[in-house]
């Protein structure tokens, strides 16, 4: 659910990191742990209970569906996991968004549009001074970086 690779980090020449991947769906981790079972530094669960704080934590994906969930209340679960995300990066996190900007033919019922003003203004002014709005791509959301420095 936070934390996904794109398979890129490992390629790098980075010196030493560590990677947690956390899903509340088991079938994505035990995928993930075969993927990267030879990689001492990745680890990956499906419990709260073993995130602990970590440089950056990453989200891709995990707010487009709201299944039944009118805005206000997927809203507010979005705002609850931003304080979680708040809690456990020590340098900041990032996290994408379908945009309320798509086309309106191809937007569905069970997808979240957020407004991405919206959000920017929320990580600005309970989070960080040094929030960045990525919205220049092309595809069908935006992606907000929260950088804290102490």
Known sequence: MWLRSTGGLLERPYPAFEYL????CEEM??????LYVNKPNCAFTTQESDLYPVDYVMASGIFNIRFEENDHGWNEYILSILKKFDQLSLKGFSF???T????KHRMR???????PCYYFDYCKTHFSKNVALLHDYQLYDFTILVRKFS
Request: hydrophobic letters at 30%.
């Open 21 to 24: 991947g956390y899903d509340i």
């Open 29 to 34: 981790i035990q995928q993930a742990k075969s």
């Open 96 to 98: 994408n968004m379908l």
């Open 100 to 103: 309320k900007y798509s086309d």
């Open 109 to 115: 019922p069970e997808l979240y549009y957020a407004d």
